[in-house]
């Protein structure tokens, strides 16, 4: 949903922003990425 709004130039909301952030940095973790390089 956070993906949607932010592709149509909505702002987004903190929990959305969250979200987001969260999302990005388990997605990394899995590919086996460092902290540094995310």
């Known amino acids: 949903m956070a ?3 932010r592709e149509r130039g ?3 909301t903190y ?3 969250m979200a987001l952030l969260t ?3 388990y997605e990394e ?4 990425a460092t ?3 995310s």
């Open 3 to 5: 993906r949607r709004r």
């Open 35 to 37: 902290v540094d390089e």
């Open 23 to 25: 999302s990005h940095v």
């Open 15 to 17: 929990p959305e922003v």
């Open 10 to 12: 909505l702002r987004l």
């Open 29 to 32: 973790a899995r590919a086996g």
